[in-house]
């Protein structure tokens, strides 16, 4: 199994241009998340997804979308990017009957994400 | 709202030694808590988990303990190595359906040689 993956693992954007991140899970996981990481922030959750087509807010969802068309997948949009929005993007799965405890997460590697 | 949070930011060790990282957390419903491993450049990593209603838990090489009493959380690293070296995050889960996560800062640990 692979896990969490994301793509792009990096990536340059310029104030007002547009992304989607990509986070795919293998653990058949119902719930999926995305976090955000700043120095001295510690993570901070953005969206999550407690099924598929299904989302709901988290602590700092201003400048973000999501979406979960499919089970394994989940997506994070940023519409007209900010150089706020710098930083590493973590996406998380959990709640499986793949082994551990529902509330456990798993992470993916993180998306670095640089705005100018 | 309440939060997680660490008492120490930092911490150097040497090789060998036992490591003891601590984690405060404010949140009487806290219900399940996590330790996270996190090594420059990649994710978290899950280390270990611990129920409100168990004292300790012990897996390979690290043992948590939580004290519900004065809602403190230990992780302790015996015979710590230079692949310890990383930031090491609590989280606490307070209960219900959605199995949201609330993170502390994180405690560098760096083991000397």
């Known amino acids: 199994n692979a896990g969490v993956t994301q793509t792009p693992k990096f990536r340059v954007l310029k104030t007002g241009q547009s992304m989607t991140l990509l986070c795919a899970q293998d653990?058949?996981?119902?719930?999926m998340y995305w976090y955000r990481q700043d120095p001295g922030m510690g993570l901070r959750l953005i969206h999550y997804?407690?099924?598929?087509?299904?989302?709901a807010k988290g602590e700092v969802p201003d400048g973000y979308n999501v979406s979960r068309l499919k089970k394994q997948n989940f997506l994070l949009g940023l519409e007209s990017a900010a150089p706020s929005q710098t930083s590493v993007y973590f996406c998380?799965?959990?709640?499986?009957?793949?082994?551990?405890?529902?509330?456990?997460?798993?992470f993916g590697p993180g998306t670095r994400l640089l705005v100018l | 709202g309440e939060s997680v949070g660490l008492h120490l930011p930092t911490l150097s060790v040497q090789e060998g030694d036992n490591s003891i990282i601590n984690c405060a957390y404010s949140?009487?419903?806290?219900?399940?808590f996590i330790w996270y491993k996190q090594e420059s450049g990649k994710g978290p990593q899950f280390i270990i988990d611990?129920?409100?209603?168990?004292d300790k838990r012990q897996g390979q090489r690290v043992t948590v303990l939580l004290n519900k009493t004065v809602k403190h959380l230990s992780l302790q690293i015996a015979a710590t190595q230079p692949g310890d070296s990383a930031v090491y995050f609590c989280?606490?889960?307070?209960?219900?359906?959605?199995?949201?996560?609330?993170f502390g800062k994180g405690t560098l640990l760096t083991v000397n040689p």
């Open positions: 611990i129920r409100s209603n168990m």
């Open positions: 989280a606490e889960n307070i209960g219900g359906s959605n199995y949201k996560l609330t």
């Open positions: 653990m058949n996981h119902e719930y």
């Open positions: 949140n009487s419903a806290s219900d399940y």
């Open positions: 998380a799965s959990s709640y499986g009957l793949a082994g551990g405890s529902l509330e456990t997460q798993y």
């Open positions: 997804s407690v099924g598929e087509g299904t989302t």
